[in-house]
């Protein structure tokens, strides 16, 4: 995390936005990484899946992929976040 941490800050001083789409059971990232993206990006909405693992984009195309259309179609979003 901490390699990442300049380039989370940079997004943020840009003020792109940003979704993030985590799984609570990720080992690699774990989910506790969250709070530093989202302090780092404060216009960041964490999506965060339980019982998701790192691979939640293969492991779980049925909740990723409408979450994805939703966020390029600019319909909003369907998962739990927190801000």
């Not at 293969?58 to 994805?68: E, F, G, K, M, Q």
Request: glycine share 8%; hydrophobic share 40%.
């Amino acid at each position: 995390m901490a390699d990442t941490r300049a380039a989370y800050e940079e997004v943020g001083r840009l003020g792109i936005p940003t979704d993030a789409i985590w799984g609570t059971a990720d080992q690699s990232v774990p989910i506790e990484c969250a709070k530093y993206v989202k302090k780092a990006i404060p216009h960041a909405t964490i999506h965060a899946f339980q019982g998701v693992d790192h691979a939640i984009t293969y492991s779980r195309p049925d909740i990723v992929n409408p979450l994805l259309v939703k966020l390029v179609t600019g319909d909003g979003n369907q998962a739990s976040s927190f801000n």
